[in-house]
């Protein structure tokens, strides 16, 4: 079992930054490639960034690009979220997830409870 937690999120206004933080527990950390999703009310979860078990490759989702980065420091079991440029549809609840695959088409087993980022206009 792999336990994570969020913290970071919060309310924001447009154009301005927040860091998202996810600590992981349990198990291995460098065994698990790592990713954030994002729920908006009313709409399906849906994927924001991955970064492989080594922190060498990263995936970001088209709406984010150039203004979110992901990393990680295995030290720390610990994967970040850097957001920047904030707009208002970025505003949702955002999770971490743990998976052994890497990819676009990866299963992810292990998940947090969320921490939510609300951007205002």
């Known amino acids: 079992q792999v336990q994570l937690a969020e913290s970071g999120g919060g309310l924001v206004q447009a154009g301005g930054s927040v860091r998202l933080s996810c600590v992981a527990s349990?198990?291995?950390?460098?065994?698990?490639?790592m990713a954030w999703f994002r729920q908006a009310p009313g709409k399906e979860r849906e994927f924001v960034s991955t970064?492989?078990?080594?922190?060498?490759?990263?995936l970001y989702a088209d709406s984010v690009k150039g203004r979110f980065t992901i990393s990680r420091d295995n030290t720390k079991n610990t994967v970040n979220l850097q957001m920047n440029v904030l707009k208002p549809e970025d505003t949702a609840v955002y999770y971490c997830?743990?998976?052994?695959?890497?990819?676009?088409?990866?299963?992810?087993?292990?998940w947090g409870q969320g921490t939510q980022v609300t951007v205002s206009s």
């Open positions: 349990g198990r291995t950390f460098s065994d698990y490639n």
């Open positions: 997830a743990a998976s052994q695959d890497y990819g676009l088409a990866a299963l992810y087993l292990y």
């Open positions: 970064i492989s078990w080594s922190g060498a490759r990263t």
